[in-house]
C-alpha cells in the first residue's frame, strides 16, 4: 500500500491552524508564562534519561490540539505502521525503509518481501563483534605482523557522516585506535591522511553502498596505489575490508570476499551508521558500546511506535517545526549542543534533513503550494555564543533552536560544566524573556549614565525575546543516550514528511551531481569544453588553460 496521499494544506486542520495562527502571530511567549505558572509542566516529556521541554515555544493547548489533528487528518498513524512494517514507502526506489530493523532486538520480525530480515542482520552484527575483537585484541595483525594503531574510514555522504559524528561523539569511551576519515575527493584531503599513517599498522575500511561513488572509488585507489608502495599485492588482503551491498564490484576492486561487510538497499545511506556502515564506530569504542548506541536508537523506535502523539517527543518536535515553518514563515533552524563531543551533530542533521525533506514535489506527483524541509544550521554552544547568537537574539530573522544540554558530565569536571550549563540556562531564558527598555534604562542609572547617551544607546540594548526553543536536557553523553537522540531526530524527519506530503526516502538531487561532475570530467580530460552556457564555458577554459 501506497503512503497516505494528501496536501496537508487542503484539510480542515491547516485551516483552523492559520485562523489561529492569525491570534497568536504576536502573541507573547513570555506573558504566557506569566499568565500560567503550570505552563512547563504542561509543555515537557520526560522519557528515559531525557528531559524535553518545549514549554518555550509561541504555542498554547489550542495549537497542539490543532497540530495533532492535523496528525489524524494526513493519516500518520497509518503511515508509521507502514514504516516500520517494511512497506516499500520510499516509493521513487521501490524500496522499503528498515534502518529500525537494524537496531531491533534478534526476536523482533522484520519482513522484506516476505522474508524475516532479522537473521541476515544479526550475521552481520556478529561478523562486526568478531572483527572488532580480532582488530582491538591483536589477534589479527598487519603484513608485518604488527598490530593495528589506526583505522582509515573511506566514504562520503551518508558513509562517512554518522560515523564522523558518532567517533567524534562518543571519544570518552574510545580504545587505543585512531580513527581517520577521508571523504572529500580532493586529493590534499587524502594526502594529509596520508602524512599521519603507516601502511603497516593502518586498517582501510572502504565504505560506499553502490561502490560506484566517484569519491570513494578515487580515495581507495589512491590509497591502494599508496599501500602498495610498502606492501605486495597479496597483503591487501589483510589491510582492506569493504561495507557494501555491491559484492561484485567490491571483490573486482580485490578486496577479499571473506572481508566484505554486507549491507541491503532498504537502509537509506544517511540512515545507515547503524548497519556495517558502523564498523567504525564499533572499532573506535568497541562493539559493546556499538551495541549500546543501536539499543538506545531503538529504545526511542518504540517511544515514537507506541506513545500517544501528545507525549511523543519526535512528534511534538516534528509539529513544533511545521507550526514555524509553515506558518510563521521560518525558514531555518539551529541545533546547539552544550558539548564539544556533538560538534558534528549539527554537519550530521544537516544531510539527514535537509537530503530528506528538501523536496518540492509531493507525493502526487505535482509541485506543492507550501513549504517544506528546514535549512538546518548549528555549532556547539559556549562558541556559537561568541559567534552568531546575535542574530538569534537581536537579528530579523526567527530561528526556533533546539538546545541539547547533559546533567553530567563525562570527567566529572564540575567547575567547567557548572559554567557551561548557566550558560545553556541563560540562553534559553534571555531568547525567551529578551530585555526590555526599562531594564536598560535601570543599568544605564546603575552606570550613573547621562540622559543624552542613554537615550542614545538604549534601542540598541534592547533585546524584544520570544524567540522560541526547544531544551533538550539529557542526563549524560552515553551510547544509549545518543542512540536515542539521533533515531529522535531521524523519527522526526518522517513526520514531518508525511505532513509536508512529500518522499523523504530518495535523494535525486544527489544523483544529479554524481551524474553532472562525470560527464564535465571527461570534457576535462580531453581538453575540449563541450556546449554550456556562457559562464560554465568560460570557467572551464579558464580552468584548462591554467592546468596546461
Ligand atoms: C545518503 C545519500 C548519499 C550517499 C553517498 C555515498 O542518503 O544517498 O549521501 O550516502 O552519496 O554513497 P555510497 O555509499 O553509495 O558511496
Redesign the pocket.
Known amino acids: 500500500m501506497s503512503l497516505p496521499n494528501i496536501n496537508p494544506t487542503n484539510t480542515n486542520a491547516w485551516l483552523n491552524l492559520q485562523k489561529h495562527f492569525s491570534m497568536m502571530e504576536n502573541n507573547s511567549i513570555k506573558e504566557m508564562f506569566q499568565k500560567d505558572s503550570t505552563r512547563a509542566e504542561k509543555f515537557h516529556i520526560q522519557w528515559n534519561d531525557f528531559l524535553v521541554d518545549f514549554s518555550k515555544n509561541n504555542i498554547t493547548q489550542e495549537t497542539l490540539d490543532l497540530l495533532l489533528k492535523l496528525t489524524e487528518e494526513v493519516n500518520l498513524k497509518q503511515a508509521i505502521s507502514q514504516y516500520f512494517n517494511g512497506e516499500l514507502i520510499n516509493q521513487t526506489e521501490n524500496r522499503a525503509v528498515l534502518h529500525t530493523a537494524l537496531r531491533a532486538p534478534q526476536t523482533a520480525t522484520f519482513l522484506v518481501d516476505g522474508t524475516n530480515v532479522m537473521p541476515e542482520i544479526y550475521e552481520v552484527k556478529h561478523n562486526i563483534e568478531k572483527f572488532t575483537h580480532e582488530i582491538t585484541s591483536g589477534i589479527r595483525t598487519g603484513f608485518t605482523v604488527k598490530h593495528f594503531t589506526d583505522i582509515v574510514n573511506i ?7 554518522g560515523p564522523a559524528m558518532v567517533v567524534e561523539a562518543l571519544q570518552y569511551y574510545k580504545n587505543h585506535l585512531t580513527v581517520h576519515f577521508i571523504s572529500n575527493v580532493d586529493g590534499d584531503h587524502v594526502n594529509e591522511i596520508i602524512k599521519k599513517i603507516n601502511p603497516e599498522t593502518t586498517l582501510f575500511v572502504i ?7 566517484q ?2 572509488l578515487t580515495n581507495s585507489e589512491t590509497i591502494r596505489t599508496w599501500f602498495l608502495k610498502s606492501a605486495k599485492q597479496e597483503d591487501v588482503a589483510k589491510h582492506f575490508v569493504a561495507v ?1 551491498t555491491n559484492i561484485q564490484k567490491v571483490t573486482e576492486f580485490g578486496i577479499d570476499v571473506n572481508n566484505i561487510f554486507p549491507m541491503w538497499d532498504w537502509v ?5 551508521l547503524w548497519s556495517a ?1 558502523g564498523l567504525s564506530i564499533s572499532l573506535a569504542v568497541g562493539f559493546d558500546n556499538f551495541d549500546k548506541l543501536l539499543k538506545g536508537a531503538n529504545q526511542m523506535d518504540e517511544h515514537f511506535k507506541n506513545e500517544s502523539f501528545d507525549k511523543n517527543i519526535p512528534v511534538i518536535l516534528a509539529l513544533i517545526s511545521v507550526w514555524y515553518n509553515n506558518f510563521f514563515g521560518a525558514e531555518s533552524e539551529a541545533i546547539i549542543p552544550y558539548t564539544q563531543y556533538l560538534q558534528k551533530l549539527a554537519p550530521y542533521l544537516q ?1 539527514g534533513i535537509m ?2 525533506n528538501g523536496k518540492s514535489i509531493g507525493r502526487d506527483g505535482k509541485p506543492v503550494n507550501y513549504q517544506t524541509g528546514t535549512i538546518i544550521w548549528g555549532e556547539p554552544g559556549t562558541n556559537s555564543q561568541h559567534a552568531f547568537f546575535q542574530l538569534i537574539h537581536q537579528g530579523t530573522k526567527l530561528i526556533p533552536t533546539d538546545f541539547i544540554g547533559f546533567v553530567t558530565p563525562l570527567y566529572g569536571n564540575e567547575d567547567h560544566h557548572d559554567k557551561l550549563m548557566s550558560n545553556f540556562f541563560a540562553q534559553t531564558e534571555a531568547l525567551l524573556n529578551g530585555k526590555t527598555s526599562e531594564q536598560v534604562q535601570a543599568e544605564f542609572d546603575k552606570q550613573g549614565m547621562e540622559k543624552s547617551k542613554a537615550d542614545y544607546l538604549k534601542p540598541f540594548k534592547v533585546f524584544t525575546g520570544n524567540k522560541p526553543t526547544n531544551t533538550l536536557l539529557i542526563q549524560k553523553l552515553t551510547p544509549e543516550n545518543l542512540g536515542s537522540l539521533v533515531a529522535m531526530y531521524e523519527h522526526k524527519i518522517f513526520v514531518q514528511g508525511i505532513i509536508w506530503n512529500i518522499f523523504s526516502y530518495d ?1 535525486w538531487g ?1 544523483e544529479l551531481g ?1 551524474q553532472l561532475a562525470n560527464s564535465i570530467l571527461e570534457e576535462i580530460n580531453h581538453k575540449k569544453v563541450a556546449e554550456h552556457d556562457s559562464s560554465t564555458t568560460l570557467l572551464l577554459k579558464h580552468f584548462l588553460n591554467k592546468a596546461n
Open positions: 566514504g562520503i555522504g551518508g558513509s562517512d557522516l565504505v560506499s553502498k553502490t561502490f560506484t561513488t569519491e570513494t557494501s537509506g545511506g544517511r540512515f545507515s556502515v544531510q537530503e530528506s535523494q544527489v554524481k
